[in-house]
């Protein structure tokens, strides 16, 4: 009696994990490609139905709205996220590199010393103008020594192009294609400044969706390693769903890292330099806690 209890209740789990649907923003590819590269979206015993954003913003606009269970973001646009209300925790954290500040050929902008007092197109609260703000304390200047141009990522390369701003903070694969379309140069490079990238899920898909999450959590984790170990093979798969050229796409994939970071004490003090580099600048209120948006409970699932 008590086997045929045991059956029944595992085919219950099995039936309600197979009519799980997840629903996953992305960012130009950012995880998408990797995982499928990497076989880790094959033999799921739930659905997974993405949507492609080209900035977090209205990515995040989509989770708060209960349109997404999870989506991917850095640690930026979590921070203001969070302080605006929205009910988001990061489930996972990757190392990312991939941030820069670019400018024209034969621009004299030649580091962070040489912004003071240029106009710069970036996306608000982004990773971009954390990695201004970064660049520019690392330079002993204050963070109103530029003018900021808010734009889309593709606004602000076009920006730039037409000399309407001085620099752009942004990311990839935007970097990579404007250095390979326009001649563009990595002036500030966001491999000096490591920040976080995450998989964030809403409060709601945690509470009713947690065992789907914990084993795309895995299966990211496993395609991000994969990503590293077989660059050429990832960039082939972000070249054909981003419809970049192979060499725009192995630039991004090198550039980017995406490191799977495990021990949460590391990703929440690196969480926390963001929310106070924020705050500090006066685009949030202080106060704000990294534990209060990471949920270290799936750090600490094997």
């Not at 996953?24 to 954003?53: C, I, P, T």
């Not at 590293?228 to 054909?240: L, R, T």
Request: aromatic share 6%.
């Amino acid at each position: 009696m008590k086997m045929l209890a045991l059956t029944l209740c595992l085919a219950a789990f099995a039936s309600q994990a197979a009519d799980t649907e997840l629903i996953v923003g992305d960012q130009k590819g950012n995880a998408r490609a990797v995982m499928e590269a990497a076989g880790e979206l094959s033999h799921l015993s739930y659905e997974v139905k993405w949507y492609e954003f080209p900035n977090a913003a209205p990515l995040l606009e989509s989770l708060n709205a209960s349109h997404l269970d999870a989506g991917l973001v850095g640690d930026g646009p979590l921070s203001f996220a969070v302080a605006s209300g929205a009910p988001l925790k990061a489930i996972q954290a990757s190392q990312y590199l991939g941030n820069a500040i670019i400018v024209k050929k034969g621009s004299s902008i030649k580091s962070a010393a040489d912004l003071k007092g240029k106009k710069i197109a970036t996306v608000k609260g982004s990773s971009g103008q954390n990695l201004v703000f970064n660049a520019l304390n690392n330079a002993h200047l204050p963070a109103d020594s530029v003018q900021f141009v808010f734009t889309t990522p593709a606004e602000a390369t076009l920006a730039l192009d037409s000399g309407a701003v001085d620099a752009v903070a942004t990311w990839e694969p935007y970097v990579s294609f404007a250095v390979a379309q326009s001649g563009a140069v990595i002036a500030v490079d966001g491999d000096a400044f490591p920040v976080s990238s995450y998989l964030v899920a809403t409060d709601r898909a945690i509470a009713d969706k947690r065992t789907a999450l914990q084993d795309f959590r895995q299966r990211l984790i496993r395609a991000r390693e994969w990503g590293i170990a077989h660059p050429q093979a990832y960039a082939e798969g972000i070249a054909k769903l981003l419809r970049l050229t192979d060499a725009v796409a192995l630039n991004k994939v090198k550039r980017e890292n995406n490191a799977p970071l495990s021990d949460v004490a590391t990703v929440q003090q690196r969480q926390q330099a963001a929310i106070d580099t924020f705050a500090q600048s006066g685009l949030i209120k202080p106060g704000l806690r990294a534990d209060a948006m990471i949920d270290a409970s799936f750090f600490r699932q094997p």
